[in-house]
């Protein structure tokens, strides 16, 4: 509201003022249709940026070592404002120690800008695997949470803060959350294996040291986290469209069974061992056709780079939902995406193929 003081003026100052008071009012009012258009907020304003990608590294089975280097510094060379690793730090057939998170930080920390983790099953879920050492992996998902989670900031030598679902170290500490630039990131716990839901005896057991009362324990905590992953996803979006971002990223590891054009007639989300990320699919599908903006998907685990769209199936094709997947061992590379609001999608793909990996 703008206020107006009068004073006794000359017939042509009065003139003079009257104008400059109504130009003022009728600016005012256009800064207000500018805020809000039928009670929509003003989109953010995007400037064209890129971002990495990357996962599933190292194997040690693969020999991998050698090639981290190279792709670190063919990473740090690009002009990327931050990554995103989606999981799987280390290779399923190797222990889940202590020391293998720590390894993992190291890694992260020769990163010269931000890099934003996001665990995977190798990492906790596959941990009551007897070549994994038969730990419980209830217990080493508190690990990861405790000492990879302990704070909201990124890792990298450049540090980002982050929005966290749960509290430092606790619970649903892992989802996360960052708005760069007008575009929404959101890093989600959902690990390959079925998103730790146990779907039978047999695979209770199968290569592991885990007991009956553990398996009950394991679809206990994917009940709790399923519903905060989708409610974490929700809030995104509802974020999202409440200011105008014309674009939202979803990173998580687990591949959740995409039905591919060359499996015509399967759906592998149908087949035993994927029902676990149903009803977080089902979320999805429904935020994604009441947003308007453009949706990206990342994630590791079956280590084929691929870029597509694969939800629902052929023949209901959600148009703005994009699916990339990362680079896996053994095959050390990366993906860089750019963001360009002008172009006709949002995100651009593209990979990245170091030399001598």
């Known amino acids: 509201m703008h206020r107006f003081v009068f004073a006794v003026l000359p017939a042509r100052r009065t003139a003079l003022a009257l104008v400059a008071a109504a130009l003022l009012v009728t600016a005012g009012a256009r800064s207000a249709a500018a805020q809000s258009t039928a009670g929509q907020p003003a989109a953010p304003v995007v400037t064209p940026f890129s971002f990495g990608l990357w996962g599933d590294l190292p194997y040690a089975k693969n020999g991998d070592g050698p090639k981290m280097k190279r792709l670190i510094d063919n990473m740090n060379e690009a002009d990327i404002a931050f ?8 290779d399923g057939s190797s222990e889940c120690t202590d020391g293998s998170y720590a390894d993992a930080v190291a890694l992260f920390d020769q990163l010269k800008r931000p890099m934003i983790y996001v665990p995977g099953d190798n990492e906790w879920t596959d941990c009551h695997r007897l070549n994994n050492g038969g730990y419980d992996n209830l217990e080493r998902l508190a690990h990861v949470r405790k000492t990879l989670f302990a704070t ?11 929005e966290q679902q749960g509290k430092p170290g606790e619970a649903f500490s892992e989802n996360t959350r960052l708005i760069h630039n007008g575009i929404v990131f959101v890093g989600l716990n959902i690990p390959g294996s079925n998103n730790n839901k146990v779907f039978d005896e047999k695979d209770c057991t199968r290569k592991s040291a885990r007991k009956a009362e553990q398996c009950a324990a394991d679809n206990a905590e994917y009940e709790e986290r399923d519903a905060a992953n989708i409610a974490w996803m929700k809030e995104a979006l509802a974020k999202a469209k409440a200011i105008g971002a014309p674009g939202v990223v979803l990173t998580f590891q687990a591949d959740l069974g995409f039905d591919l054009p060359e499996t015509e007639g399967v759906d592998e989300r149908k087949t035993p061992g994927y029902d676990g990320y149903d009803r977080f699919i089902d979320a999805l599908v429904a935020e994604a056709r009441g947003y308007d903006g453009q949706i990206l998907i990342v994630h590791g685990d079956t280590h084929f780079f691929k870029v597509d769209k694969p939800l629902v199936n052929q023949a209901n094709l959600i148009a703005n939902v994009t699916r990339v997947e990362t680079f896996g061992s ?3 590379h990366w993906v860089k995406v750019d963001v360009d609001p002008a172009a006709r999608e949002l995100f651009v793909v593209h990979p990245m193929i170091v030399p001598g990996n």
């Open 83 to 90: 990554s995103m690793f989606d999981g799987d730090t280390k």
């Open 152 to 162: 909201n900031q990124s890792y990298g030598q450049a540090k980002l803060t982050l």
């Open 330 to 332: 053994p095959n050390a």
